[in-house]
């Protein structure tokens, strides 16, 4: 079975650090990966994906990801984040319906 | 592009009621729409995957005659929670895709709460 880890459940960050918030699957199978991100009360935004191709993969608001397969991870970064950037931030791998990883809470501290 | 809406935003109501809530797709045809139901601080939990002029594919574990889904056009589709009890309370998202069914927009979200 498809799972996803998001092995840190709040990330606290001082503003202009950098950040990763780090990402685990397992599939027996290929995967499509993403990366939503989620402000207070309202629904996902697509931040990036990696379908196939390009193992660094460059999505919106500065954010970048690495798809490294050996070992099955799909980690989001960003190099200098800002106080807007505070969200929660959803892992995912579609392998036929999409899987969500439990969120990671992105703190950004003035 | 690739724009959903989702309405009401935030609906409230006694239990024992039934409450609709519609899903479109604003710019794009949806082949496929799916509904998620979230819980406060906890990932997003798929109910259902439904596709236009079909019947919904339900989850393990989620009612049917509870969670009534109809997608009756390739723009909207809408959730109805029959007889909803306080459990029902949640937030309750939906997506659609278009031909590239790997990447799912998502609506805003519907705030649910059941007195």
């Known amino acids: 079975a498809q799972s996803v880890t998001q092995l840190d459940s709040q990330v606290p960050v001082f503003e202009e650090a950098p950040v990763e918030l780090r990402c685990n699957y397992s599939?027996?199978?290929?995967?499509?990966l993403f990366w939503y991100v989620q402000y207070p009360n309202q629904g996902l935004q697509l931040l990036l994906k990696y379908l196939s191709g390009s193992t660094l993969v460059k999505g919106i608001n500065g954010f970048e990801a690495e798809f490294n397969k050996s070992q099955t991870s799909f980690h989001l970064r960003k190099p200098s984040v800002h106080i807007s950037d505070t969200a929660e931030y959803f892992c995912?791998?579609?392998?036929?319906?999409?899987?969500f990883g439990q969120g990671t809470t992105l703190q950004v501290k003035p | 592009g690739a724009v959903v809406s989702q309405h009401p935003s935030r609906v409230i109501c006694k239990s024992g009621t039934s409450v609709k809530i519609e899903c479109r797709s604003l710019d794009f045809q949806a082949t496929t729409m799916f509904w998620y139901r979230q819980f406060p601080k906890k990932s997003l939990m798929l109910m259902a995957t439904?596709?236009?002029?079909?019947?919904?594919?339900?989850e393990q574990g989620v009612e049917k005659d509870k969670f009534l889904i109809n997608h009756a056009s390739l723009t909207l589709s809408t959730l109805t929670v029959t007889s909803a009890h306080p459990e029902d309370s949640s937030f309750y998202i939906c997506?659609?895709?278009?031909?590239?069914?790997?990447?799912?927009?998502f609506g805003p979200g519907t705030r649910l709460l059941v007195l």
């Open positions: 439904s596709n236009e002029g079909s019947k919904a594919t339900y």
């Open positions: 997506s659609a895709v278009t031909g590239f069914q790997e990447t799912q927009y």
């Open positions: 599939s027996s199978v290929s995967v499509y």
């Open positions: 995912a791998v579609h392998t036929g319906k999409l899987i």
